[in-house]
């Protein structure tokens, strides 16, 4: 079984993950929706998204951004590597899962994977507003209380390495 799929002529998300569906769902409210109006939702609200769910996780999960050929950033996303999943606002993948979606959805066939570096996105011209992420960390403590790994795990199945 694997996190996620991507499903219809739309090309949707649909993730096998229950913290997967409830972080889509969280991330649609009213609450939050000023994240999506970030001037580029890949990059700068991804970056946002991110970093609130390295902050909620105290560690646990770190921020990997996904990289072009010529160098820029193409997305953001939160990292557990010990387990090799990935978080953003479609919910939980695996490394293939998420390559696959930033071919097939968001028509980036050719990005990446590298540990993100501020001081580079900053110069890339993305900047963001760090309080924004730390609210969002905050939002997602009251929802979702304490990060643990398993919550990133398939239903039945506890993380792994690999």
């Known amino acids: 079984m694997r ?15 229950p913290f997967g569906r ?14 999506g109006q970030e001037r580029c939702w890949r990059a700068v609200g991804s ?8 902050h909620w996780s ?4 770190r921020i990997a951004a996904l990289i072009r050929p010529d160098h820029r950033v193409a997305h953001i996303v939160a990292e557990a590597p010990e387990i090799g999943a990935y978080v953003d606002a479609d919910g939980v993948a695996g490394r293939l899962e998420l390559m ?10 050719s990005v990446e994977v590298v540990a993100f570096s501020p001081l580079e996105a900053r ?22 209380s304490t990060y643990r790994p398993s919550l990133l795990a398939l239903p039945g199945r506890t993380p792994t390495a690999g």
């Open 3 to 17: 996190y996620q799929k991507i499903i219809g002529a739309d090309n949707r998300v649909a993730n096998a993950v």
């Open 22 to 35: 409830r972080l889509k769902r969280f991330l649609r409210e009213s609450e939050q929706r000023w994240l």
């Open 47 to 54: 970056w946002v998204l991110a970093d609130a769910l390295a």
């Open 58 to 61: 105290q560690g646990g999960l």
């Open 100 to 109: 696959a979606k930033m071919a097939m959805v968001m028509r980036e066939p």
């Open 123 to 144: 110069r890339a011209g993305l900047e963001y507003d760090e309080d924004m992420a730390v609210e969002l960390a905050i939002r997602l403590l009251r929802r979702f």
